[in-house]
């Protein structure tokens, strides 16, 4: 009974493979290129699957990741296409542009040119604005906002940022210019009245904002009363104007992105974990001021894998730094230490932490200074005749 029930829900696969037996070997134009005979494929716009062939794009991919776009009734190859040829996009180079973002075919052209004349002012070259698009096609082809986009650039070149930082923001903080130009203009005089009540001069006030934005341009799409409950938590829990400038600084501004609960919650998991006192842990967070960053769970994960290789409470208090690592990089660098003979658990962790970079320099003096010989070679000998 079971295999008639079967049998009886698959009558058009047999037909299917009949119709496909009795098919034509080859279709016209798009012999070079496999297609499918599903349900979706039969309502895919074949226009708009045989424009993607014209330009080598692979169809599969798009049926794969965003199968709805071929089923739009309007779309625009041609013009889009036409459109980064025009900014010295080469036959690759748009292909792979559309293979990525191939809802870039539904935007409408005049959008996507409006898109070019702006993001083409913040860049110095046609090869740099190609560099571009290719790399973060998504937000190149999030034409909404246009009318703030523009003025949000005019402001942060009035502001005093770079086209090149300015560019950046265009391809990993989209989301910053969908915000009217005067809600962003309230921020920066919120972050500029802040900086001036925590002791910062007048003088260094405009240095400090750009190196801020630069580094967290995301720091725009804080609220103003998130800003002063944080402000007034860390006044709170002892920590000077001066102090807290300090931690803003080291945090690049993600210190605002935190609410009280949270930052409290990293107090306690750390004076638990430290058995401190108050000062005591203050001191720890101005050496470190990612504890305040990090949830208690996050903390507990590497104090244990710190732990796991030896190292004990009193080396991490010692420098507290090397909680910003994670506990992968740890058992990688301490393996690397190893190999020379170097036993972290009995030494200073200042090797094991900071950026790859400075670790690397101080693994490359530890190998040296293992290497050297214990003479100098081209000292003279003292040989009595």
Not at 228 to 236: N, R, S
Request: charged share 25%; aromatic share 10%.
């Amino acid at each position: 009974m079971l295999w008639k029930l079967l049998m009886r829900s698959q009558p058009c696969k047999l037909c299917s493979f009949r119709e496909m037996l009795s098919a034509p070997r080859y279709k016209p134009f798009l012999s070079r290129f496999p297609y499918t005979t599903d349900n979706q494929s039969n309502k895919e716009n074949q226009r708009t699957v045989e424009k993607l062939y014209k330009f080598s794009v692979d169809i599969r991919k798009i049926r794969r990741l965003k199968g709805w776009v071929l089923l739009e009734d309007e779309t625009y190859v041609e013009e889009i296409a036409d459109i980064l040829r025009q900014v010295g996009a080469d036959e690759t180079a748009v292909a792979n542009i559309l293979e990525r973002c191939p809802e870039a075919i539904v935007c409408s052209p005049a959008a996507v040119d409006t898109q070019r004349e702006l993001w083409q002012s913040v860049c110095k070259s046609k090869e740099e604005l190609v560099k571009l698009i290719e790399q973060f096609p998504e937000s190149f082809f999030t034409v909404k906002h246009q009318e703030n986009q523009k003025l949000n650039i005019q402001f942060f070149q009035e502001l005093g940022l770079k086209n090149v930082v300015i560019s950046r923001f265009l391809t990993t903080a989209s989301s910053i210019f969908r915000n009217p130009t005067e809600k962003n203009k309230e921020m920066i005089r919120i972050l500029q009245e802040s900086y001036l009540n925590l002791g910062g001069s007048e003088a260094n006030m405009k240095v400090w904002l750009l190196k801020l934005l630069s580094q967290n341009p995301f720091i725009l799409l804080n609220s103003p009363t998130a800003i002063k409950e944080t402000l007034e938590f860390l006044q709170e829990q002892g920590f000077t104007n001066f102090e807290i400038l300090q931690l803003l600084s080291k945090l690049k501004g993600f210190l605002f992105q935190l609410c009280p609960r949270s930052i409290q919650n990293s107090i306690s998991f750390s004076k638990k974990a430290f058995k401190c006192t108050d000062h005591d842990l203050k001191q720890l967070i101005l050496k470190c001021p990612a504890l305040l960053y990090y949830s208690g769970p996050v903390l507990e994960e590497r104090i244990q894998g710190l732990l796991k290789e030896g190292i004990s409470i009193t080396q991490i208090r010692e420098t507290p730094m090397v909680l910003e690592l994670t506990p992968q990089i740890v058992q990688y660098r301490v393996r690397k230490l190893s190999s020379l003979g170097y036993r972290i658990k009995d030494g200073h962790l200042a090797n094991l932490s900071g950026t790859k970079k400075e670790f690397e320099a101080n693994f490359g003096k530890i190998q040296a200074k293992k290497g050297r010989p214990l003479f100098n070679p081209v000292a003279p000998l003292n040989v009595e005749e």
